[in-house]
């Protein structure tokens, strides 16, 4: 494990700095000053935090109050994300000085409960891809090993929580955009039910496929944040109540029988590099114990791809095709090209679509009637060097474009489950690598319960760690 020379403060989990704080023995201010020195420290290596704001923090620091569910805890804000009077860039050129009047709903609920919006994380460029860079802010690199990308597009909030600038970190997952980054970095991600957790997604606000969830150096943590995220809000259309126990209450409580569905590749649904079948199978067989019964096996899925492809290119057209040229000329070639899929398909594709869902949906309803979770990978392979977008094949088969390593994730978005990414070991070279956990529907709260217990098994939590610079 690499080590860390960061200030003490920003080595704390959440919870215990959200402790001190509601006992008065820290306040906001040292926080925040403790993340600002870490992110100074940290940020010319894996350039995580693109925009920082601590006047603005120390300001809303003074309204906090010490009960609240975050007490004053600093959190980092995706750059897909409108914070008030903060540079918001979406990663993209013709955004590059976009300062929004106004914050996303989203953050005007965290800053209601305690949290203090320290800064903006990187992300490709609006969302689109898993390799995080952009042409505002550059490359986000991993911090175990700085020749690596740090996935995507959650990029920039996974790496700074695994060097310690922040506590909490907020992101977004579609494609797999919380689960990718949170493998390769060593964090938790948790992509929730849709309707769970608010966000703005401006024509597409229907839409169960975009969600925004919590991301943290362990579970109780990401528990933590999903309670501070949660809760019904009518700008939201599909918004809905949270559970009313409190996920982190529900996280710490004895899990009692589980039974684990492990599928090593998801009946042949992608490939899988000989190293990460083999860390995974082997992390998975360290779970095993008189409480935990896991069988290999697999739902019956089928189209996953196909229909993934086709209702998140119908979601790019219809999200984009009415953007200002001054901002649409700048898109880099595969957002274009993901515009003009979109554009492209048929309505037999479409129905085709939607009825594959439904399908995938009733199998995965099957599947839970026998276990409490299904295990998976979160991808076949592990972090490449940043300057490859996507890797042109996994285990010999070769990549047509930036989504097909991607597949592992489609399976929740598209049934609406929650899913969680948990590290489960290292790749020779030092890697982190998650295993993904699918819950049922609006499951969060048993799935976070056996993701802690799990976690626990392998050893507890990671602590943040200084950037491995290798360039």
Known sequence: MPGFDGPELCALTARAAVDLLRKGEITPQDLIEASVARIEQTSPAINAMITTCPDRAHEAAQQVTADSPLAGLPIGIKDLTPVKDVRSTFGTPGLTNHIPAQSDPLVETLERRGAVVIGKTNTPEMGAGANTFNAVFGPTRNPWDTRMNAGG?????????????????????????????????????????????????????????????????????????????????????????????????????????????????????????????????????????????????????????????????????????????????????TLKQNIQDGKALTLDQLGDAEVARTRLYDAMQGFFEHHDVLACPVTGIAPLPVEIEYPPEINGIPSRDYLDWLRFAFLATLCGLPALSLPIGHTQAGLPVGLQLIGPPRGEARLLQIAHHFEQALGGPMTPINPNVTL
């Not at 409190?246 to 409580?253: E, H, I």
């Not at 114990?289 to 791809?305: A, G």
């Open 153 to 333: 597009s959650s990029g920039g909030a996974a790496a700074g929580l695994a060097a310690g600038e922040v506590w909490l970190s907020h992101g977004s997952d579609l494609g797999g955009s919380l689960r990718t980054p949170a493998s390769f970095c060593g964090i938790v991600g948790l992509r929730p039910s849709p309707g769970l957790v608010g966000g703005s997604y401006a024509t597409m606000s229907f839409s169960a496929m975009p969600v925004e969830g919590p991301m943290a150096r362990n579970v109780a943590d990401c528990a933590l944040f999903l309670d501070a995220m949660t809760g019904y809000n009518p700008v939201w259309p599909l918004s809905y109540p949270a559970d009313t126990t409190g996920y982190l209450g529900t996280c710490l409580q004895d899990p009692g029988r589980i039974r684990i569905g492990f599928s090593p590749d998801l009946n042949g649904l992608a490939p899988v590099t000989p190293e990460m079948a083999q860390i995974l199978r082997s992390g998975v067989e360290r779970l095993q114990s008189p409480t935990v019964d896991i069988t290999e096996t697999s739902p019956k899925i089928k189209s996953v791809d196909s229909s993934f492809r086709a209702l998140r290119a119908f979601a790019m057209w219809t999200s984009f095709r009415h953007t200002p040229t001054a901002i649409s000329d700048h898109y880099k070639p």
